[in-house]
């Protein structure tokens, strides 16, 4: 079993940044990749970016490419999101996901982890 743990959310102006952590406890990290997803009032929960098992392999949704970073550190057990040039439509829960095998993955159903969450709210 793994437990995920975000970090990090909070209130920001617009241009604004923040950095989200997500830190895991209970199996080898560097088994598995990992994900950002989030969920803003009233949508269904769409995916952000993800990180393959040594960092070398990331993926983004359109509209946050040149913005956010994800990134991990194996050493601590974590995996991270850095948000630039935030904008009120990122707005939403943001969630971190892990999927058992090392390649990186863009749909919610493939990942059997999920953290409970943090608030990012972005005002104008």
């Known amino acids: 079993q793994v437990q995920l743990v975000e970090s990090g959310g909070g209130l920001v102006q617009a241009g604004g940044s923040l950095r989200l952590s997500c830190a895991a406890s209970?199996?080898?990290?560097?088994?598995?990749?990992m994900g950002w997803f989030r969920q803003a009032p009233g949508k269904e929960r769409e995916f952000v970016a993800t990180i393959n098992w040594s960092g070398q392999t990331t993926r983004y949704v359109d509209s946050v490419k040149g913005r956010f970073t994800i990134s991990r550190d194996n050493a601590k057990n974590t995996v991270y999101l850095q948000m630039n040039s935030l904008k009120p439509e990122d707005t939403a829960i943001y969630y971190c996901?892990?999927?058992?095998?090392?390649?990186?993955?863009?749909?919610?159903?493939?990942?059997?982890?999920w953290g409970q969450g943090t608030q990012v709210t972005v005002s104008s």
């Open positions: 996901a892990g999927r058992d095998g090392r390649y990186s993955a863009t749909e919610s159903h493939q990942y059997a982890y």
């Open positions: 209970g199996r080898t990290f560097s088994n598995y990749a």
